[in-house]
């Protein structure tokens, strides 16, 4: 075994290490860039918030008939949603209720359950820079 001193990215999370002010940071930057290059939406515009509180997601947006479901079923819909929630339990859970209500609706995807998708990764457009920071708690 070999040490190879402090970390500083693991699993796409950067890590941030600052000793002498007792601190320690994390973030998924590059991850959601990666994401955003993935679906072509790498110079969409930011949101204030991963969800409006008029949205509703709910069953009844769900496709009706066959042609509905054919079509909506090319959408990389699983794939948006699942990077979405990699990034929620690493290091964003701003964004947690959302994605626990779109992934109820995996197997039966309606548009507007693709609308709210994207309202989240606009979102993250906004908030990619930010990072999550631990401080030691020092005694005087």
């Avoid at 072509?40 to 042609?67: A, E, H, L, W």
Wanted: overall charge positive; aromatic content about 10%.
């Amino acid at each position: 075994m070999k040490d190879l001193g402090d970390v500083s990215f693991v699993l796409s999370i950067q890590i941030h290490r600052n000793r002498s002010r007792g601190t320690l940071g994390s973030s998924q930057k590059g991850y959601i860039e990666k994401v955003f290059k993935r679906y072509g939406m790498q110079d969409y515009k930011s949101g204030d918030t991963p969800m409006v509180k008029r949205d509703k997601v709910n069953p009844i947006q769900c496709p009706k008939n066959y042609f509905e479901k054919n079509n909506m079923q090319k959408i990389p819909y699983a794939l948006a949603l699942w990077s979405l929630m990699y990034i929620q339990v690493c290091t964003r859970p701003d964004f947690a209720y959302i994605v626990m209500m779109l992934s109820r609706y995996l197997s039966n995807l309606g548009i507007d359950h693709l609308k709210a998708t994207k309202q989240i990764l606009w979102y993250l457009q906004k908030i990619k820079e930010l990072h999550a920071h631990i401080s030691e708690v020092r005694s005087a």
